[in-house]
């Protein structure tokens, strides 16, 4: 069973709509991250709460607003997306430790459909 | 160039014979490394993870890391079916920022 709590497993959107992705861990990790995957493409980055404070943006649209309410929660609020914003997207935990980010530990993902 | 790259697949290796499995990364500052796999339709799980220069062993697997080099390999002994998956090398490139590469296929034919 994973420690990330990732819901809902499978969200379809149309481009008008307002969504929220919502993410949980129970592993007492600090930083929470979003990643966004494509088919047969690696996880890429984008954002990284530390501290429940937002720590990276990696330039994502506006349309994708993340929120830490508190260091076990993390959510991502979706609002006009296009159909290209289709894919699987990640939540992870880790450690902040002396030298940074530990090791990453991955929910199962919420598979974005966007008609 | 790319900040992390792999070698480009698929890889074929028979069951039982060993799979390497290379990454190279851009950033020589970099402290720490991943490797992670992933099943079709399901999300990345940590393998290994590796600090130091020198080889790290869990199992089947070993990681191998030359910071000089800037290059990070994944060793797998005794492959079996159930390592067919995609691996993907990961990067701690600054604090709190883990980047992965582009992932290497991996078929175990039995």
């Known amino acids: 069973d994973t420690e990330v709590t990732q819901t809902p497993k499978h969200l379809v959107m149309g481009m008008t709509n307002k969504k929220s992705l919502k993410c949980e861990q129970h592993m007492g990790h600090r930083a929470m991250y979003w990643y966004k995957q494509k088919a047969k493409k690696p996880p890429e980055l984008m954002f990284v709460y530390s501290y429940e404070k937002l720590s990276i943006n990696e330039s994502v649209p506006s349309r994708f607003s993340p929120e830490c309410p508190n260091s076990s929660l993390l959510n991502l609020h979706l609002h006009a997306l296009q159909p290209e914003d289709s894919a699987l997207y990640l939540c992870?935990?880790?450690?902040?430790?002396?030298?940074?980010?530990?090791?990453?530990?991955f929910g199962e993902g919420s598979r974005l459909t966007v008609l | 160039q790319k900040e992390v790259e792999q070698n480009s697949g698929p890889l074929s290796v028979p069951e039982g014979a060993i799979a390497s499995l290379n990454c190279t990364y851009s950033d020589r500052v970099s402290q720490s490394f991943f490797w992670y796999r992933q099943y079709s339709g399901k999300s990345p799980e940590l393998i290994m993870s590796?600090?130091?220069?020198g080889d790290k062993e869990d199992g089947r697997f070993t990681a191998q890391l030359n910071k000089a080099s800037q290059y990070v390999s994944l060793l797998i002994r005794d492959s079996q079916p159930s390592d067919s998956a995609t691996y993907l090398c990961?990067?701690?490139?600054?604090?709190?920022?883990?980047?992965f590469g582009p992932g290497t296929s991996l078929s175990v034919i039995p």
């Open positions: 990961a990067v701690k490139t600054s604090y709190d920022k883990v980047i």
């Open positions: 590796i600090y130091s220069n």
């Open positions: 992870a935990s880790s450690q902040v430790e002396a030298g940074g980010a530990g090791e990453l530990f």
